[in-house]
């Protein structure tokens, strides 16, 4: 058989690990609680972890490609804030040709946070953080305390359902399938990898390093946009600080997937592997009662473990390969 | 027989405090194998950079088939049939084989890659040329020769016209060198000229057709390689006299050993070395750049490990102990890279000089600023160090006296070893005057000094004995008086007498 693409066979080892734990815990709940193996806790579970999942995968392009998006809540809170005054409308056609708007608004927050980082060098922490902090501060201007209106029926059918299957899932496919396919089976998506090991050997070998860097960061600002529409659908208003625990989340699920954050190592599978595993994590201490501020302290610690996890297995294999060399 | 392919007229290029290149010429005929030749930063490789669009002239053009060649970046030069192949590993590790050696020109359809067309080139490639690497595998988990196997797959996968090697044979045994010729013979008779940079001067004289020798960014001469012998090649690449800047140290007393290493290798640098350092001498590392003598300071200072032997300093074993408590003990290491691992940019003149002795002025974990200020003054006096302010910034001070701050801030430690890593580097001639006095002034006083310098001049100039380094072994062993630059350079290439 001809093998599809190059990257699946690298780190499937480490995918398939996250994959097994997310099933354990899975199963372990299904027999601990009768209220989470509910159909209805089920399905609600999957419609909940697409938010975290599509812009965790932005944020993946980000961190392979060498930078970190921390602007991504923020433009997800910005995002809700115009839908429920665009979106605040009774044509279903408008509402669509404002979610249209928001999208291309997230690609240009990603382009303004690309050129500050690729042309003018201001490190991607910095540009990222500020741009962050402007932007929170805009949706607090556009919409002070949650409220607007979403059109009842681009909500409705956004979030439609089908027994197990729901409309949400089926966009965070065809974004996976997409962006799959730009990340494993064109020239820039082997690029983010290149830029992410070393940007001095990809300019000399003749990467555009510049133009790739940015297209990482217009991708991310394009997820945190999408997760932002599903959110103001979800909840049927705005809210200008619902995005602020996604932009932690979104890298804490990239990482556990097994993307390291010196750039250039990374799988979107994990990426949503590791999302889910978040969101589930929630939804259970969620179901068991467990205080929101430790649940604070458990997502940190997660990621904690997960960056120790990956930093030791990298240096066994290092050493593995010094070995056989 | 064959034409011109490639001409390069009047290249010049500067770099901040060195000409590198001047006014130089150079040209290649079809199907030719031209060597470029001289010490280490004669400018052969930013002549080659100039070439491969890494490094853009200050003056001059190049032609290519008599047609006006116009370079900006390395993608270019590849696009317009020249390959390079890097001296060091210039692949990205987390990538597979097949992806490095078609990054930013690879094989699509509709925008989408074509892995199954890319790797059947590979494999075609391969074929014709004896190689076995799976394309799939990632570089990472490659060896070093199999690395340099996918960096001239890269460079001739695309059928070049021009082909520069920059020293291809540096990591590879004799089996490989061997075969990495017959590929050369190859292509030769395909037409392809190749650019052939190499320290081994009998590899030279065995596959090359024409000699460019350059020394301190001019070309010496172009000889062709029947019509001249390895010694009319080597004293054209060194060719200079001693002049009279270096101290006189004819009559300088030694002392007994205070540093000894005993057996020591450092993994893929130093193979099994053992040497002693004595009281006030100055003893030389010679060799090429790249034969593991910068490692070796940086692992007698405790900055890279030791994979094997001993390292002694005045009886005592060090080695169980770290980089901090050597300098405590007294070991100084003045860096090359004085900007990027040496001085603290943003930092003020005092605070560069007093770094590295805090621990000397601890007082329950407060310094003692008084006698901080005191001491570095005492250092500026006696180095003569040229500034308007003790808390001047320290990128206002010349080359030559930033140097001096570096001797001066490991002096205050009151070392007994001091390891220098190119002393004079970046450093005007009157300022390099001063620099070897205060080296033959610390001897004096009994520091025993290990030097690096890639200067043949400053090497023969300075040191009372020579170890001449050759793929991490000690290839011979000069006394002052006995060393040549003829003499050292024999060793440096491996040369056997």
Redesign the interface.
Known sequence: M??R??KI??QKKGVITIFTLLSVVFIIMCFYSSSFRSFYNITNLLVQCVPLACVAIGQTFVIVSGGIDLSVGSTISICTAIASKLLNTDSVFEAFIGSMLILIMGIFIGLINGVGINFLNVPPLITTLCSSTILSGLALYILPIAGGRINKDFARFIFRKWTIISMPLIILLIIFLIMR?ILY???I???F??I???RQ????????VRRTGIIAYVIAGFCAAITGLLLACRMRVGDPTCGVPFTMDSITASVIGGTSMSG??GLLSGTIAGAFLIGMLSNVMNNLAVNQFYQYVLKGGLLIVAMIVYSISGQIERKR?ER?? | MSSDCLKMIGISKRFPGVQALDDVDFTLKRGEIHALVGENGAGKSTLMNILGGNVKADAGYMELNGKILDISCPIESLNKGIGFVHQESNLLENLTVLENIFLAREETKLGILNHQTMRDKIVEFQSIYGYQIDPDRYVSSLSIVEKQSVEIIRALICDPQILILDEPTAALDSNETERLFSILSQLQNKGVAIIYISHRIEEIFKISQRITVLKDGKVVGVRKTNCVDKDEIISMMVGRVLEDIYPNRKNHLIGKPVLSLRNVSIHKHIHEVSFDLHEGEILGLGGLEGHGQRELLRAIFGDIAFSGGSLFGCGNSYDKVGMRKRIHSGIGYVTHDRRGDGLFLNETVQKNIAIASLHLRNRLGFIDTNQEKKKVLEKIEQMSIKITDINQSITDLSGGNQQKVMLARWLLINPYVLLIDEPTKGVDVGARMSVYQIIDQLTKEGIGILLFTSDMMELIGLSDRILVFYEGKISGELKRGEATEEKIMRAASGIRE
């Open positions: 001809k093998k693409g190059i066979d690298k396919t089976k064109t020239s998506g082997t690029g990898y290149a992410g090991k070393n050997i990809a300019k000399s070998m003749g990467v555009n250039g190592v390969n056989s060399n």
